[in-house]
């Protein structure tokens, strides 16, 4: 009888200390519920160790912490995979007079079990001169950022963040870790009297909207404001495990979705995570912690008309006998009506896209034009959306601050590319018809064709004629592409597009501003043949004016600097962004780089910098200074130069710089010398083998254009300020050249 009794009372003492285990599994800490797989306190209370959290009861109410050690402040856990964190805003403050008064950079490190969400973040910047990078610690996996310009705050837009003022952009999935750095071009010199700091965040997308306000007293709403700096909230994603469900099911001691639940891989990185089946609530990570849902047993919800049957995990309606054809019929009849009503509703939606587009109007000007009725296609929405599998991520074919680029192939099998615009401005409609119109009459062989567009979606639909080999961008700086493209071929495109805008500013009625010249949007061909494309940020000039106020917007690095300070829009501001992509050109480096030290960062000003210093051999691109001619380049470099004058008016006009470069190609092309192979050697100085069968460019000026052309040598008449070596001379001697054809200018 003894043993018995003992047994017994050992299992009543063992059921005592299970429930009292249980028992110190704080559920809360302050106004937060901690579900399991978390917990604080005993290790039985969490599953892993990167599920530990930790409860700061020093403050009131307690603060939840990220885990031990952290000082990262949790505001929400939810079982759907996502935790809710507080971080800091990094911030950039200067004095007056543009010394550094105050600068907080955020560095932020996560566990294997976390990740940024993706999906709900957005990282801004704010700011009148701002750049806001951010990147993994050692900037291996990704790089990114956004730059915030405005010269007053007139141009700053109540409630957006495309860029004047504040800028915002996504992160990459998977993302464990975080550094964040600010910046400044001016430090803020220029724009102090109402923006003297800059600030950046990652934070919920829903939680931020941008005021005005923000760039003179920016301070975050989050009732917490911790270590006292400002804070933002920043939404996690979280898994159970690192490993797949796959790898994770062949495990069962380790494997923590319970009874009543499935498992499902994480869309943002590794790991999975538990949810409770269909007609199952409660917490799936629980042994048996998802439970049936009875869905007769609420009054407020009904789901049957007649008689309802719960089952594990579902319910079934029974009805009355007689009724069973009625309800069927009832049902038919209301699916009937329903599809026809979302029909009509999708027929009206989109005749109230076409005219606040401005489709009537489109119509009434392209009657106006035969011409232009035959070359341009207003597409409907259905066409679009099957010619893009319906605007697949496959199918994108880049993304830039106006909108998104898709490939579509047309019902006839004709490759288009597709933009669709993030926004637009319902006041400026009839400009948008305007110029799609002007758009529309563009026939230069150098300028991508619009053929088309539609206007029965939200925002408009253009439609241009696909280019097959990408941008110049991507042939100069990506890693496939390094110095693929020969100098001969970089002074023929840089022709073609000098070209192009010289139409545009010239031939065009009305004129037309790209305000937005860049490599990215200059396509090359399969013959490698430049074509001028994005037109989303150009303006049309009125006959009378030579200069429009308009809101400043362009690619920082490419963007006239008097455009930035004045808003008067000119020919001019495209002819500096040119001036970049010439200087882009000749280094082979990109327009803003942060990877070079501060001084070079911006291209532009460490060009001029080096040519001022007669330093442009030790800036060109090592392939360049053995293909090109001394003497050519130097005149490509003087004549990028020129573009990049910080006065509008000192810069040449788009016409006259074609000019100049297609001078040097017919130079290049069209002239040899009638001379012998000693006075060849002697006016080339001493040319490479590869010079030589590209019969590189020779070192003289020319005075004559037509007939018999006598030159000078270019050696005597350099100025002081040549960036090259002048090519060996020694006793001056005439040297007579025969030209093909007659030459139209001047070099």
């Not at 700011?127 to 956004?146: I, K, L, W």
């Not at 020919?571 to 070079?596: C, H, N, P, W």
Request: proline share 5%; aromatic share 8%; hydrophobic share 35%.
């Amino acid at each position: 009888m003894i043993r018995p009794v003992l047994l017994h009372l050992v299992l009543l003492w063992l059921a005592a200390v299970l429930s009292s285990s249980e028992a110190v599994c704080p559920e809360r800490c302050g106004n937060i519920q901690i579900p399991y797989p978390f917990g604080i306190g005993d290790r039985n209370c969490f599953k892993d160790p990167g599920h530990e959290l930790m409860c700061d009861e020093s403050f009131i109410p307690p603060l939840l912490l990220l885990g031990p050690g952290s000082n990262i402040p949790v505001l929400n856990i939810s079982l759907q995979g996502q935790v809710t964190i507080t971080l800091w805003v990094a911030y950039d403050c200067y004095t007056k007079s543009g010394l550094s008064s105050n600068k907080f950079n955020q560095q932020i490190a996560l566990g294997d079990i976390y990740s940024f969400s993706d999906t709900q973040n957005k990282f801004t910047a704010i700011g009148c001169d701002t750049y806001a990078f951010m990147s993994d610690p050692n900037g291996e996996v990704f790089q990114s950022g956004c730059i915030s310009l405005c010269g007053n705050t007139v141009n700053v837009i109540e409630g957006s963040c495309s860029g004047i003022g504040c800028c915002q952009t996504a992160i990459p999935k998977g993302l464990h870790n975080l550094d964040v750095y600010l910046g400044s071009y001016y430090n803020h010199s220029m724009s102090w009297d109402f923006n003297p700091c800059s600030y950046a965040f990652l934070a919920d997308q829903d939680w931020f909207k941008f005021s005005v306000n923000d760039l003179s007293n920016f301070s975050t709403s989050v009732e917490l404001t911790f270590q006292n700096k400002s804070s933002a909230p920043v939404v996690l994603d979280w898994v159970v495990g690192v490993e797949t469900c796959e790898e994770a099911q062949t495990n069962s001691t380790t494997y923590a979705c319970g009874q009543n639940s499935y498992c499902s891989n994480s869309t943002n990185g590794h790991g999975y995570r538990c949810y409770c089946n269909t007609g199952y609530q409660g917490n799936p990570y629980l042994p048996h912690g998802c439970q049936d849902v009875d869905e007769c047993a609420d009054p407020n919800n009904k789901p049957c008309e007649g008689i309802c049957n719960n089952t594990p995990g579902s319910y079934f309606c029974s009805c009355p006998p007689g009724i069973g054809l009625g309800l069927l019929f009832l049902l038919i009849s209301s699916s009937w009506i329903y599809w026809g009503l979302q029909k009509r509703k999708l027929i009206k939606l989109k005749e109230k896209f076409f005219k606040q587009n401005g489709g009537l109007l489109l119509q009434q000007q392209l009657s106006k034009h035969e011409r232009i009725v035959e070359t341009t296609k207003i597409f409907t929405a259905e066409e679009l959306k099957k010619a893009t599998n319906n605007y697949d991520e496959d199918r994108v074919l880049g993304r830039g601050g106006y909108g998104t680029v898709y490939k579509g192939i047309l019902p006839d099998k004709k490759i288009v590319a597709i933009k669709k615009s993030k926004i637009i401005d319902k006041s400026q409609i009839e400009q948008f018809i305007n110029e799609v119109i002007i758009l529309s009459h563009i026939n230069h062989k150098n300028v991508v064709k619009l053929l088309g567009c539609c206007l029965e979606t939200e925002v408009p639909l253009l439609v241009y004629e696909f280019i097959t080999d990408g941008t110049l961008f991507h042939h100069i700086h990506d890693v496939g592409h390094v110095s693929s493209i020969s100098w001969e071929h970089r002074l023929r495109i840089a022709a073609e597009t000098a070209g192009a805008l010289g139409y545009l500013h010239s031939a065009a009625s009305p004129p037309i501003i790209h305000r937005d010249v860049k490599s990215t949007n200059i396509l090359l061909d399969n013959n490698r043949t430049a074509k001028v494309s994005d037109f989303g940020a150009s303006r049309l000039v009125p006959l009378d004016q030579t200069q429009i106020c308009t809101l400043v917007q362009g690619t920082m690095g490419y963007l006239d600097p008097e455009y930035f300070l004045t808003s008067q829009l000119t020919e001019k501001s495209d002819v500096y962004s040119f001036g970049v992509v010439l200087v882009e050109l000749l280094t082979g480096m990109q327009a803003i780089s942060f990877e070079r030290p501060q001084e070079e960062r911006n291209l532009a000003m460490h060009f001029v910098s080096s040519m001022k210093e007669n330093n442009l051999l030790k800036i060109l691109e090592g392939r360049l200074v053995h293909e090109g001619s001394r003497e050519q380049l130097q005149e490509v470099a003087e004549l990028a130069k020129r573009c990049l004058k910080m006065n509008g008016e000192e810069r040449p006009t788009m016409k006259e710089v074609a000019m100049e470069l297609e001078g040097l190609i017919r130079l290049r092309k069209n002239l040899w010398i009638e001379q012998s192979p000693e006075e060849t050697d002697y006016l080339l100085g001493e040319p490479s083998k590869h010079q030589v069968k590209h019969h590189g460019f020779l070192p003289f000026h020319l005075t004559s254009v037509t007939g018999t052309i006598k030159l000078r040598r270019a050696s005597s008449v350099a100025a002081p300020s040549s960036s090259l070596p002048p090519s060996p001379s020694s006793s001056p001697m005439p040297t007579t050249l025969i030209a093909a054809g007659t030459l139209s200018s001047v070099i």
